[in-house]
Structures are given as structure tokens and as C-alpha cells.
T-cell receptor, first 117, second 111 residues
């Protein structure tokens, strides 16, 4: 199957700093990627849809100035948590699909665990 | 908004026992997918169901899509310790491209 890689796996930062998380499709081109947030023992909450070459589409309640998404190429999307605070600590995970209509199997990255001190 | 609920939230079974998780949507779905997430891992795709009343099997796993396309189930026969993890359904609503993940069912299998 297709491979999606996320980096870093773990990151610890001080309150007020910004953190960038990368999501790469290693063996396919992904015009669209999805970013999720997952709290411990809870479901995946869709944060935004990342579109190559255009602005991301954010879900209701997700601050776009707080969670900056850039999809600069067909294989890379980045999520930057700006001015991070302890409440931003979470597991962030991306996914991509091969299906042209975006309705096929989702391939997930390994996830990035963010801890803000 | 659209919500996909799963029951039970947790399930502990003895190895060899069967397990079922149920997924329910308040409105009709276009299709539904099932994923498994091992502790500390990321979700891995299991199956996609599209047709009303569809039933698919993968070895010990049986997936079902309701006639009204509002509910689905995953049944595992004779659980093994390797079945441990959280099972999520993800529903796709007509006219959208975003999958809404269910609340998940966490399965523990006792040896």
C-alpha cells in the first residue's frame, strides 16, 4: 500500500514557540491531505483539508491562524502550531488517499505527539 | 452536525470469545470504512462498504452495512491477543469528501 510519513514523531516545546510537523507521501502524489487531532483514548477529529497549491479548508472551530497549513508540493503538507500553549498538546496525525474522488482508503502517517510545557 | 457513534466504548474479552462493535449515524451514509488503531500507533484501513446490506468477510472479521446505510457492524470471531486495539468506523456523507470518524471501540483481549 501507499506510505505516508510524518515527522517528527515526538516534539516537546516551550509555551509561546511554534512547531512545524511534516507529512509526506513517499510513493504517490497526494493533491489532498487531511490533518487530525486525537486526544488520549478519543476519536480522530478532522482539523482541516490541505489542498496542493491552494488554501486549506478548516473545520468549524479550528483557528486557521493558530494551525497554519501549507501544501507546497504534491508530496508534502506541513502543519505549524503557532505560539503553542499547553492546551495544544495532543497527537496530530495526517492522512492521504489515492482515490481521485477522495473517497477511497485513507493512508495515515505515524502521527506526531506534541507536548507544550 | 454529523456524528457517528460507536458502542460499546470499551470491551474486554477472554481470548477465544467473539466481539462486536456497532456504528450508528443519524443520517444516511454514502459509504463507510473501518480502521484499526493499535495502542501508540496510527489507524490502518480494514475495509470499505458501499452497498446497502453489504456483508464482507476478512478471515475472522465480518463487516456489515445496514439496509438503510445508517449503521454498520464489525464482528470478530474467536478473538486473539493480536486483535487488541481501537476499532473506528468512518462514515462518508453524500455530497462531501470528508470521512467522519466514529467514537471508537477499544478492545482488550485477555489471554
Amino acid at each position: 500500500g501507499a506510505v505516508v510519513s510524518q515527522h517528527p514523531s515526538w516534539v516537546i516545546c516551550k509555551s509561546g514557540t511554534s512547531v512545524k510537523i511534516e507529512c509526506r507521501s513517499l510513493d504517490f502524489q497526494a493533491t489532498t491531505m487531511f490533518w487530525y487531532r486525537q486526544f488520549p483514548k478519543q476519536s480522530l477529529m478532522l482539523m482541516a483539508t490541505s489542498n496542493e497549491g491552494s488554501k486549506a479548508t478548516y473545520e468549524q472551530g479550528v483557528e486557521k491562524d493558530k494551525f497554519l497549513i501549507n501544501h507546497a508540493s504534491l508530496t508534502l503538507s506541513t502543519l505549524t502550531v503557532t505560539s503553542a500553549h499547553p492546551e495544544d498538546s495532543s497527537f496530530y496525525i495526517c492522512s492521504a488517499t489515492l482515490a481521485a474522488g477522495l473517497t477511497g482508503e485513507l493512508f495515515f502517517g505515524e502521527g506526531s505527539r506534541l507536548t507544550v510545557l | 452536525g454529523q456524528q457517528v457513534m460507536q458502542i460499546p466504548q470499551y470491551q474486554h474479552v477472554q481470548e477465544g470469545e467473539d466481539f462486536t462493535t456497532y456504528c450508528n449515524s443519524s443520517t444516511t451514509l454514502s459509504n463507510i470504512q473501518w480502521y484499526k488503531q493499535r495502542p501508540g500507533g496510527h489507524p490502518v484501513f480494514l475495509i470499505q462498504l458501499v452497498k446497502s446490506g453489504e456483508v464482507k468477510k476478512q478471515k475472522r472479521l465480518t463487516f456489515q452495512f445496514g439496509e438503510a446505510k445508517k449503521n454498520s457492524s464489525l464482528h470478530i470471531t474467536a478473538t486473539q491477543t493480536t486483535d487488541v486495539g481501537t476499532y473506528f468506523c468512518a462514515g462518508l456523507y453524500a455530497g462531501t469528501y470528508k470521512y467522519i470518524f466514529g467514537t471508537g471501540t477499544r478492545l482488550k483481549v485477555l489471554a
